[in-house]
Nanobody, 125 residues
Framework: VQLQASGGGLVQAGGSQRLSCAASGASFSSYSMSWFRQAPGKGREFVAAIKRYSSNPSYADSVKGRFTMSRDNAKNTVYLQMNSLKPEDTAVYYC???????????????????WGKGTLVTVSS
């Protein structure tokens, strides 16, 4: 599967942004999908995930209540709606996919074989 993330840009603190990740190939619903982010000089951080054949997302504590992840299997796309953005949300956001991820490993980058190129979100104070 190939992934293409889009929707990044410059936004003021307190604002909103919606990211999209379009996947190519068949059987999109059979992939667990996730969002990670990487700030300058830091490691890749889990943001949110939805297991395959599910519509229920899980979130990192740092974004819970502000971000909403969803998936549209008919469009082979996942979304990340980001509200109440903070300067510390500034990062390159990546979407990732894999068929073999187990629930306890959803937040681990090493669980995913497929990655998009990332889209930069900059939140100004």
């Amino acid at each position: 599967v190939q992934l293409q993330a889009s929707g990044g840009g410059l936004v003021q603190a307190g604002g909103s942004q919606r990211l999209s990740c379009a996947a190519s190939g068949a059987s999109f619903s059979s992939y667990s999908m996730s969002w990670f982010r990487q700030a300058p000089g830091k490691g890749r951080e889990f943001v949110a995930a939805i297991k395959r054949y599910s519509s229920n997302p899980s979130y990192a504590d740092s974004v819970k209540g502000r971000f909403t992840m969803s998936r549209d299997n008919a469009k082979n796309t996942v979304y990340l709606q980001m509200n109440s953005l903070k300067p510390e949300d500034t990062a390159v956001y990546y979407c990732a996919a894999d068929r073999q991820v187990i629930s306890s490993s959803l937040s681990s980058p090493s669980s995913y074989d497929y990655w998009g190129k990332g889209t930069l979100v900059t939140v100004s104070s």
